[in-house]
């Protein structure tokens, strides 16, 4: 089955951030699927204008990752029930310079974790409309997912099974639209 390239990133910059475990059991579970690979946000410069002249190396690092990804996969806490500012930072860079925004038409789809049942659920409407404005096509559905420290292995394995099934559909439709609309994307470009 072919592979898409997935780039994950993170909205947290913490060393033992609950996201990047989850992100790191998406990268395994959906291997059959993706050659994913997280991409880095937590050395990148906080977003200012008067940078753009010459880019710092971690932004277009950055930029040509996504570049190269053929989808995305955003895996964010919720910050004072927003998107965190690390990780709007980086949708900032991500967007910018006017003419070079690496958004447009990437497939996008978005979950999040953290220790209430619904917690990344305000982060995760404001990061869909934001990401929608900028021209990601982001993928619907909700998921939410409940931290528990037993909920990812040493080996980066998802040990509930309702959660894993759950997340290995999600990665399948997240495959699915990939594919759907690199399809339609592909005639156009080649044109
Ligand atoms: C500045 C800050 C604001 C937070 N605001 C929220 C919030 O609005 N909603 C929520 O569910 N959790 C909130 N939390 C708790 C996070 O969900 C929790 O710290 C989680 O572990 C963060 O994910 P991470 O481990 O991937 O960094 C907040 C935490 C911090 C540090």
């Known amino acids: 089955m072919h592979k ?9 910059n913490r060393r ?5 475990k989850l992100a790191q059991a998406l990268v395994r579970l959906g291997a059959d699927r993706f050659d994913a690979a997280i991409i880095r946000i937590d050395d990148l410069p906080l977003y200012n204008q008067d940078l753009e002249a010459t880019l710092p190396e971690q932004v277009v690092r950055f930029k040509a990752h996504i570049a190269d990804v053929d989808a995305l996969l955003f895996v964010t806490p919720e910050h004072s029930r927003s ?14 310079p006017w003419g070079k925004n690496s958004w447009i038409g990437k497939t996008a789809a ?8 619904v917690g990344t659920a305000v982060a995760q409407q404001h990061l869909r409309a934001v990401l929608g404005d900028i021209g990601a096509q982001v993928m619907g559905g909700e998921a939410y997912i409940t931290f528990k420290p037993e909920l990812v292995d040493a080996n980066d394995n998802v040990t509930d099974e ?7 559909a999600f990665l399948d439709q997240l495959a699915a639209l990939t594919g759907k609309l690199s399809a339609k994307i592909a005639p156009r470009a080649a044109a």
């Open 4 to 12: 898409f390239k997935l780039g994950l990133i993170v909205g947290s």
């Open 16 to 20: 033992e951030s609950i996201n990047r």
């Open 83 to 96: 998107i965190p500012a690390v990780l709007k930072s980086a949708i900032d860079w991500g967007a910018r």
């Open 110 to 117: 978005i979950t999040g974790t953290s220790q209430g049942a």
């Open 162 to 168: 309702s959660t894993r099934k759950f997340l290995k």
